[in-house]
């Protein structure tokens, strides 16, 4: 494994992460306490470190089946979450920012953690400037920072144009940057990342391999019907256009005994810019197998 310092936090994260989104439940399946604790003790094993998951990925259902898993483990691992929505249902949740809200959210992710303490506090999908950026909220936060609650505050970009997060990051003693990258979405590269290679922000990338269609398993013609997978939500058409385009990288650019999921996460981290890549994991082997990725970053130039 290889690690990098997670920008102005001076963090040393594994270039490979493990995002949590699917432990909620909404990717097509119900993860149980014992493969969670399956999946985390895999990518421990492998040299990971970093885990990203979020508030309302299952009404902190993530969080408790995580906590569960490394407990007796904590100082091992950084652990990065978020604040800013409330689950209702699958792909059902509304936004709550207020101070006072936003100070329960905290609360109740500690105690599913099973932590005293979260090492990156994220604003979750940063798309209302209204209530994101208020100073009764970051005034909050910072006091949180200061009780030891918080060991770093972070911004989880929803829209990649979404430059002025970046711009305003130095307001609110923001120190890390979360933003959707891969190969089939190249748009942070122009504006967000030179901003946060300017002010040594750590960044984040999300789904690193486009919602899997750049795992290599999929190809043209594949579809999504599953009710709670949440590539189902998509336009068939966009899928079936990506799919194609992946088609043409996995054999214009993707070197001969690659695989492509492992050069996909390359690709992302070949980027200055970029800190780690939080892939989804489903198995302690596709943990085991998105780790052997961190040998391959010179590949993904």
Not at 103 to 108: F, G
Request: charged share 25%; with cysteine.
């Amino acid at each position: 494994m290889k690690y990098r310092r997670l920008g102005k936090t001076g963090l040393q994260v594994s270039v490979i992460g493990v995002g949590a989104w699917q432990f909620g439940g909404e990717w097509g399946i119900d993860f149980t306490p014992a493969e969670v604790e399956a999946i985390l003790r895999a990518a421990g094993d492998a040299g990971i470190n970093l885990i990203d998951t979020a508030e309302c990925y299952g009404d902190h259902l993530s969080e408790r089946l995580i906590g569960a898993a490394i407990k007796g483990q904590r100082d091992r691992w950084v652990i990065a979450t978020k604040f800013g929505h409330k689950f209702h249902d699958k792909f059902e949740r509304t936004d709550h920012w207020s101070p006072e809200e936003v100070r329960q959210q905290l609360e109740d992710s500690l105690r599913a953690l099973e932590t005293d303490y979260i090492d990156v506090y994220q604003a979750h999908g940063d798309r209302d400037a209204h209530a994101t950026y208020n100073d009764r909220l970051w005034t909050m936060l910072e006091a949180q920072v200061q009780a030891g609650k918080i060991r770093h505050l972070g911004i989880s970009i929803s829209d990649n144009r979404n430059a002025a997060s970046v711009a305003n990051a130095p307001l609110f003693n923001v120190q890390t940057i979360q933003v959707v990258y891969n190969r089939l979405d190249r748009n942070p590269e122009t504006v967000i990342f030179p901003a946060c290679r300017a002010q040594d922000l750590g960044v984040l990338a999300r789904v690193p391999l486009a919602s899997g269609l750049l795992s290599g398993k999929y190809r043209p013609g594949a579809t999504f019907t599953e009710t709670d997978d949440v590539r189902s939500r998509r336009s068939p058409e966009e899928i079936q256009q990506q799919l194609a385009e992946v088609e043409r990288i996995k054999a214009e650019e993707v070197p001969a005994g690659v695989e492509m999921a492992q050069w996909a996460l390359a690709w992302c981290l070949r980027h200055p810019a970029v800190t780690a890549v939080i892939p989804g994991v489903k198995s302690a082997q596709q943990a085991q197998i998105n780790a052997q990725a961190a040998d391959l970053i010179e590949l993904g130039s």
